[in-house]
């Protein structure tokens, strides 16, 4: 099984920030896909393939990476953007998420 | 609007059996793979089995093989989960997902006597 380790777990970021959340997998992956979940709601697909943003995501995100390090990057925090983020791999079986990094609007 | 809607969680005795639906709309159900993930509370995300579109492959996380089997039936645009053996563990709210693209509201099985 491939485990994937997001790093911070936690972080606070102010408005205009730049932010970066990273995943690291315990082996190589093709692809890695992120999505956002706010309290209450069902995750979002937020990034797919690495550094495709689904559809409605602003452009203030952006995904890149290979192998077994990936990352996903706002390049100016907005409140919006305040959630949490989970990395997903679906290079092999099983299919393995990240365990998450909440974002908290400081 | 794709939409994908989710029915059957409940409480349920540890060692019993629940089965969870998944009502599928405004895309082609069977040309799509579809996914369970579940997530416990307070917890992250945890994937739980995959459908390919025409049922010929099937895959399970390690925590469920044995006890739960997806399955679906094109024709009326639903995605199933039978639960057997439930456990205090299983407790969780259960999407069903067109993983890169859509995902229900989930349905929330509790595991307790």
């Known amino acids: 099984e491939i485990v994937l380790t997001q790093s911070p777990t936690t972080m606070a970021a102010s408005p205009g920030e730049k932010v970066t959340i990273t995943c690291r997998a315990s082996s190589s992956v093709s692809y890695m896909h992120w999505f956002q979940q706010k309290s209450g709601t069902s995750p979002k697909p937020w990034i797919y393939d690495t550094s495709k943003l689904a559809s409605g995501v602003p452009d203030r995100f952006s995904g890149s990476g290979s192998g077994t390090s990936y990352s996903l990057t706002i390049s100016s925090m907005e409140a919006e953007d305040a959630a949490t983020y989970y990395c997903l791999q679906r290079s092999s079986y099983p299919w393995t998420f990240g365990g998450g990094t909440k974002l908290e609007l400081k | 609007e794709v939409q994908l809607v989710e029915s059957g969680g409940g409480l349920v005795q540890p060692g019993r059996s629940l089965k969870l639906s998944c009502v599928a709309s405004?895309?082609?159900?069977?040309?799509?793979?579809m996914n369970w993930i579940r997530q416990a509370p307070g917890k992250g995300l945890e994937w739980v089995a995959y459908?390919?579109?025409?049922?010929?492959?099937?895959y399970y996380a390690e925590t469920v093989k044995g006890r739960f089997t997806i399955s679906r039936d094109n024709a009326k645009n639903t995605l199933y989960l039978q639960m057997t053996s439930l456990r205090s563990e299983d407790t969780a709210l259960y999407y069903c997902?067109?993983?890169?693209?859509?995902w229900g509201q989930g349905a929330s099985v509790t595991v307790s006597s």
């Open positions: 405004g895309f082609t159900f069977s040309n799509y793979g």
């Open positions: 459908i390919s579109s025409g049922s010929s492959y099937i």
């Open positions: 997902a067109r993983l890169l693209s859509a």
